[in-house]
């Protein structure tokens, strides 16, 4: 009877894999990397123009964390694509015009970044307001710092070492890249292994619930809009170490890119989940779409149509999906 149960699992198990939604987005990855290999003739698999592809993910992947952790309770965040110019520009900004050594100036880039995410999550939480609506008030003060206090100017030669470790590699992998995974491990840990992220996830699920289990719901949200600013902020290093140069534009295509990756991925809109690998393979996906652009000329336009259609593919499917698993309940 034991061997009898012992395959019956495993085939189980094996089941539930090819069902998990992270299974669907590794066969699109593989599927859309051989297809898009094909058809540059081989050109994605050579050194340069690989280790390219991986560089310019490392952003992709950390906006989308970014926004994932103000999804996982249930609210929004649209100000982390212009909080990562605004990081961006100021860590420029204090390098060049003030000269300060670049570790002390990504410091503050990190620190501005958390701020004004604890900004937004104690506002959602003293108001009682949406975080859609805090997050785009947010949005457009900042967009406003970024043309106000440093107007169209492009800062650029502010720290050879930063932008040099923007192009080293380890093992064929660039340092930008596995910094991301690095920090997307971090995520992943975070709310797999500590209290904390225990507790963001139970008040984005059932905040009632959570609040007579003792959970603070108002804590919960302050933490999870600091850490998504603080992620913005890790994203504004990368770019300042991938470009060498940045301006006031930095960060205004990063919006619909930072909803992407996790509701692609796996995330649901109501709270109470994440899904760090899904969200890294959809950011994997996202990145091959814009690659394909690159090289076949396709206008912007339509690779924003495009990713838009999926990602409101993925919401009506996750909605589906969450009507069909209460009605077998």
Same mark, same amino acid.
């Given at each position: 009877?034991?061997?009898?149960?012992?395959?019956?699992?495993?085939?189980?198990?094996?089941?539930?894999?090819?069902? =998990? #939604?992270?299974?669907?987005?590794?066969? /699109?990855?593989?599927?859309?990397?051989?297809?898009?290999?094909i058809a540059t003739h081989g050109n994605l698999l050579q050194g340069g123009t690989l280790g390219a592809f991986f560089r310019f993910l490392a952003v992709p992947i950390v906006i989308g964390l970014s926004q994932m952790v103000?999804?996982?309770?249930? @609210?929004?965040?649209?100000?982390?694509?212009? /909080?990562? *110019?605004?990081?961006?520009?100021?860590?420029?900004?204090?390098?060049?015009?003030?000269?300060? #050594?670049?570790?002390?100036?990504?410091?503050?880039?990190?620190?501005?970044? =958390?701020?004004?995410?604890?900004?937004?999550?104690?506002?959602?939480?003293? +108001?009682?307001?949406?975080?859609?609506? &805090?997050?785009?008030?947010?949005? +457009?003060?900042?967009?406003?710092?970024?043309?106000?206090?440093?107007?169209?100017?492009?800062?650029?030669?502010?720290?050879?070492?930063?932008?040099?470790?923007?192009?080293?590699?380890?093992?064929?992998?660039?340092?930008?890249?596995?910094?991301?995974?690095?920090?997307?491990?971090?995520?992943?840990?975070?709310?797999?292994?500590?209290?904390?992220?225990?507790?963001?996830?139970?008040?984005? *699920?059932?905040?009632?619930?959570?609040?007579?289990?003792?959970?603070?719901?108002?804590?919960?949200?302050?933490?999870?809009?600091?850490?998504?600013? /603080?992620?913005?902020?890790?994203?504004?290093? /990368?770019?300042?170490?991938?470009?060498?140069? &940045?301006?006031?534009?930095? *960060?205004?295509?990063?919006?619909?890119?930072?909803?992407?990756? #996790?509701?692609?991925?796996?995330?649901?809109?109501?709270?109470? &989940?994440?899904?760090?690998?899904?969200?890294?393979? =959809?950011?994997?996906?996202?990145?091959?779409?814009?690659?394909?652009?690159?090289?076949?000329?396709?206008? @912007?336009?339509?690779?924003?149509?495009?990713?838009?259609?999926?990602?409101?593919?993925? &919401?009506?499917?996750?909605?589906?999906?969450?009507?069909?698993?209460?009605?077998?309940?």
């Amino acid at each position: 009877m034991t061997a009898a149960v012992a395959p019956s699992r495993a085939g189980g198990g094996g089941r539930r894999i090819v069902r =998990a #939604p992270e299974f669907t987005l590794v066969c /699109l990855a593989v599927a859309g990397f051989g297809a898009l290999t094909i058809a540059t003739h081989g050109n994605l698999l050579q050194g340069g123009t690989l280790g390219a592809f991986f560089r310019f993910l490392a952003v992709p992947i950390v906006i989308g964390l970014s926004q994932m952790v103000v999804l996982a309770i249930g @609210q929004m965040n649209l100000s982390v694509g212009v /909080l990562t *110019g605004f990081c961006a520009m100021a860590g420029a900004w204090l390098m060049i015009a003030q000269g300060w #050594p670049a570790p002390v100036a990504v410091t503050a880039s990190l620190l501005l970044g =958390a701020v004004v995410g604890a900004v937004n999550g104690l506002l959602v939480v003293l +108001t009682r307001i949406n975080a859609f609506i &805090v997050t785009l008030a947010t949005m +457009t003060i900042v967009d406003g710092l970024r043309y106000g206090v440093h107007g169209p100017d492009t800062f650029q030669g502010y720290s050879p070492g930063l932008v040099d470790l923007g192009r080293a590699s380890v093992l064929g992998l660039p340092v930008i890249f596995l910094i991301a995974v690095v920090v997307a491990v971090a995520v992943g840990l975070f709310f797999a292994r500590t209290v904390a992220g225990r507790h963001l996830l139970a008040s984005g *699920g059932n905040p009632f619930s959570a609040r007579l289990s003792g959970v603070s719901n108002d804590r919960s949200i302050v933490l999870a809009h600091t850490i998504s600013g /603080l992620l913005a902020g890790v994203a504004a290093v /990368l770019t300042l170490a991938l470009s060498g140069s &940045v301006n006031a534009s930095v *960060g205004d295509d990063l919006l619909l890119r930072s909803f992407a990756a #996790p509701i692609i991925g796996g995330v649901a809109l109501a709270g109470g &989940v994440v899904a760090v690998f899904g969200t890294c393979l =959809a950011a994997f996906l996202v990145r091959l779409v814009d690659v394909t652009q690159a090289q076949f000329g396709i206008g @912007q336009s339509w690779v924003d149509l495009i990713v838009g259609a999926v990602v409101l593919g993925a &919401v009506l499917v996750g909605a589906v999906r969450q009507k069909l698993t209460r009605s077998r309940k």
